[in-house]
């Protein structure tokens, strides 16, 4: 299987190589150049490792059978994720498949947990010995389930950039205990985009690569701009699917639809590249938070990316600039790469662009919606005086979205809902979601409060944050990112 950019503009890679890039040198992404047909008989029986084998080496064919079993018995033992990988659970006409018992309590860990060693064997394959230096932007989740994925691993430096003030206290907190030689974590006075815009242009710039490349050291990025934190994805919307099928929800073969809280729109896409597989997915459900660009993108053929950005509860989908909508678009426009490129070439420069093409293909599968912080915390409240089940605020808005999808098309088709993080991460809005006083609690306060208040356990990877030491101490303005690289990797 070969990889090739988005934007037409560079030769075709093996899975390896793409992993190594992070991005396409110049702009674009790179994407398989064709999605493998894939339904097994037995889904509904296959384990999440079985099922992480063979999707793996459909489309990673530069690794042995041998590399990908032991990645996966690396990253998917029961001890890793627990009670269990990815449990679907059933409650109040909603099939929850809930992607955050991995280490860091957010679904980030499906993949983060796996890409270090996809990334540390394509390295050895390549054959240089270079150290990798791994740039990423989080808006939260992927800061710390990177850092716990690429914490002192041979030859490989991480350095983490979020926005200051964009992230839940938990989050920053998880992120500045982190230990390791290896990882650096960075505060910036700006928002998420601020971040991701900064850690791509550092990616397309030619000569500060070169000047990285004399002191033997290489970018990659842990971003789902990143093939080797996608292709991890596609595999939980089979073993859902399966789930659903062994739970006599539906028989194999029957459509279902999907719904995902989304941001960088990585995780809905995973679940497009699966229907292009042959998942038989029906409609796949877009919900946004108040910062609704993709809702109204969606609906209208135009991305315009010139609106206001507003801080929410649910800060993981804080982002106006969706990278991985370039790699949806790509099949959109019949992989057009001219099209494509000057498409997002557009959104950068001038701020938006329209391809009532595009809108035309997805307008039969791709649906939309959005919810404000109130609505949220009015399902978070409804879920759980209903079923006793307590949603996290991001999940909420699926959930939101998704009634909201029912009520005006009368579809009754069910639907699986990506759950993407523990309610734990986020105890002050889900406390005050149901209506309780958060006034004067501390985080492990908060925690506390919400455990004896819902009875569930706590995240083990959120207990005693408090008690370990702060190890990272950097701020810096968003105009010196590339310079806080620069000193970081000594140049
Ligand atoms: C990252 C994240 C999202 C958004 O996922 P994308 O792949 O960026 O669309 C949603 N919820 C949570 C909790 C996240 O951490």
Redesign the pocket.
């Known amino acids: 299987m070969q990889y090739i950019s988005t934007r037409g503009n560079y030769q075709p890679v093996k899975a390896g190589e793409a992993i190594c890039l992070g991005m396409v040198p110049g702009g674009g992404l790179f994407v398989p150049e064709s999605f493998p047909s894939f339904f097994p008989q037995d889904l509904a029986d296959l384990p999440y490792r079985d099922l992480a084998q063979k999707i793996l080496e459909l489309y990673l064919d530069d690794y042995t059978q041998a590399e990908i079993s032991e990645m996966v018995e690396n990253a998917y033992y029961s001890g890793n994720f627990s009670p269990a990988i990815a449990p679907l659970v059933k409650t109040g006409g909603h099939h929850i498949l809930e992607l955050w018992h991995g280490p860091t309590a957010?679904?980030?860990d499906m993949a983060l947990q796996i890409m270090p060693y996809e990334l540390t064997l394509a390295v050895e394959k390549s054959g240089h010995s270079k150290e990798t230096v791994i740039l990423v932007a989080t808006?939260?989740?992927?800061g710390k389930a990177a850092l716990e994925g690429f914490k002192d691993v041979l030859g490989i430096r991480i350095i983490v950039f979020y926005p200051a003030e964009g992230v839940s206290n938990i989050q920053e907190r998880q992120m500045l205990v982190t230990e390791g030689s290896n990882t650096h974590v960075v505060a910036v006075e700006g928002n998420f985009d601020d971040c991701q815009n900064a850690v791509k242009s550092i990616f397309a710039n030619q000569g500060l690569q070169a000047e990285m490349d004399k002191k033997g050291k290489v970018f990659s990025s842990a971003n789902?701009i990143n093939w080797g934190r996608l292709l991890p994805q596609i595999i939980y919307y089979y073993f859902g699917y399966g789930q659903m099928v062994a739970q006599g929800t539906i028989k194999a073969g029957d459509a279902i639809n999907v719904c995902v809280?989304?941001?960088?729109?990585?995780?809905?896409l995973a679940a497009y590249y699966a229907k292009r597989m042959g998942l038989p997915l029906k409609k796949l459900v877009c919900a946004s938070n108040k910062n609704k660009v993709l809702t109204e993108t969606i609906e209208k053929g135009v991305y315009d990316r010139r609106r206001d950005f507003y801080k929410t509860n649910?800060p993981?989908?804080d982002i106006l600039i969706s990278s991985n909508f370039e790699r949806f678009f790509f099949e959109m426009v019949e992989r057009d790469g001219v099209v494509c490129g000057q498409a997002f070439h557009d959104l950068q420069s001038r701020g938006l662009f329209a391809s009532p093409k595009a809108k035309e293909n997805w307008q039969e599968f791709l649906e939309a919606g959005f919810a404000d912080d109130e609505t949220g915390a009015k399902a978070i409240l409804e879920l759980w005086k209903s079923d006793k089940y307590v949603l996290?605020p991001?999940t909420a808005v699926a959930i939101a979205v998704e009634k909201a999808y029912k009520e005006r098309t009368g579809d009754e088709t069910p639907v699986l809902t990506a759950s993407?993080?523990s309610p734990y991460k986020f105890p002050e809005a889900v406390l005050k979601a149901l209506g309780q006083d958060v006034s004067g609690l501390d985080d492990n306060g908060l925690l506390q409060k919400l455990h004896e208040l819902t009875k569930t356990a706590v995240h083990p990877g959120l207990i005693g944050l408090d008690q370990k030491e702060i190890r990272h101490h950097k701020r810096i303005k968003k105009a010196d990112i590339a310079q806080t690289v620069k000193e970081i990797c000594g140049i």
């Open positions: 957010a679904f980030k808006s939260g989740d992927t789902s809280p989304t941001g960088n729109f990585g995780n809905i649910s993981s989908m996290d991001h993407t993080a």
